[in-house]
């Protein structure tokens, strides 16, 4: 093509608590249906959300290790967009101050050389809940159990260093789901929708500064998919593209059978949400102590684990990449 890819995600990842993110309701994946429910999480009247300090740890841990900036001071936002799964009429997020900015994660790039790729901001927000839809029928079903669980989304930066490449784009993800598992904040099983992405992409042309107009592509939740998702929509966007049409912003979904992305609605932006600060959450202040004992309670991170041990040990490299990707079988070895 004479065009490049900008890829960037926008990552959602189920953060490892017992307890959801405003409530003391249990987190249990295989639990019976809107059996780990209260009236906090379900959005009745006049109950408030108490914060779980175990999340805002998990969130610091993550920043942490991706090299961001830790904010002292952040805030929860309303987000006002209709959820059939959240039955507050909005979701508890973050937007003008979250809890870590401006940091990056290393991947190997076209070149074979390591490439840091941006990542904008990462914000604490708790999930929706569960639709089920029967063949056939003219209702759905709903489960609460996911509502409010803590949710961590993790916003590639654009405009620095972005992924160029499908093969760059599935190095991220699986480098991103090795290190969060590697530092314990979340078991990034894709298969529970513990690790769910949305994927923004569009065309330039080769050599251009300028970015073109992106397309998101939702609720992403396998590798395979988002690989096929990403072949067929740079392939679309260039045939409109060289036609001389112009590549609408809006939202798709991606139909594995026929391996097409289809129109969902036009892509929505942030004052569409209408953000504005939850009234019933306060500022979160983080005290130097905390976000040092969380740095101190990092373990050795994989790249480095990986250098150290093909160094320490005089093992190829390969073999280290192996030992990497496993934190208890490396801790064995060792």
């Known amino acids: 093509m004479d065009y490049e890819a900008i890829i960037c995600f926008e990552t959602h990842v189920e953060l490892k608590t017992e307890t959801k993110l405003f409530c003391g309701c249990p ?15 379900t959005g009745q009247p006049g109950t408030l959300p108490v914060l779980n300090r175990k999340a805002v740890e998990l969130a610091v841990r993550a920043g942490t290790a991706l090299g961001c900036r830790i904010n002292r001071r952040s805030r929860f936002a309303r987000k006002n967009y209709f959820y059939p799964d959240l039955p507050k009429g909005y979701q508890i997020s973050q937007f003008e101050l979250p809890f870590c900015e401006h940091g990056h994660l290393t991947v190997t790039g076209e070149d ?46 654009h405009t ?21 598992r590697h530092i314990d904040a979340s078991e990034c099983m894709m298969e529970r ?39 067929h929509e740079m392939k679309r966007q260039a045939e409109i593209l060289d036609s001389g049409g112009t590549i609408a912003q809006e939202t798709r979904l991606f139909d594995e059978a026929k391996k097409m992305t289809v129109l969902m609605r036009s892509k929505e932006n942030a004052p569409d949400y209408r953000y504005f600060p939850d009234p019933d959450l306060p500022e979160v202040l983080l ?8 740095e101190e309670s990092l373990p050795e991170l994989p790249d480095r684990k990986v250098s150290r041990l093909a160094e320490q040990y005089g093992i190829p490299r390969a073999d280290a990449l192996i030992l990497g990707r496993d934190r208890r079988l490396c801790d064995f070895f060792e």
Not at 29 to 40: D, G, M, R
């Open 27 to 41: 987190v249990r994946i295989e639990a019976p249906p809107n059996s780990c429910i209260c009236p906090v999480c």
């Open 287 to 294: 005290d130097t102590d905390f976000v040092k004992a969380v």
């Open 193 to 231: 929708g513990q690790l769910r992405c949305d994927v923004n992409i569009s065309l330039r042309k080769r050599g251009s500064a300028d970015f073109g107009d992106r397309v998101e592509i939702k609720n992403m939740a396998s590798f395979k998919a988002i690989g096929d998702a990403l072949e």
């Open 160 to 180: 620095t260093n972005p992924l160029r490449s499908v093969r760059e784009a599935l190095d991220y993800l699986q480098s991103l789901r090795l290190l969060l």
């Open 112 to 157: 074979g050389e390591p490439y840091r790729v941006g990542i904008a901001r990462i914000h604490l927000e708790e999930d929706a809940g569960k639709l089920v839809h029967l063949p056939g029928a003219d209702w759905s079903l709903v489960d609460y159990n996911r509502a409010s669980v803590p949710l961590l989304e993790i916003v590639g930066d």
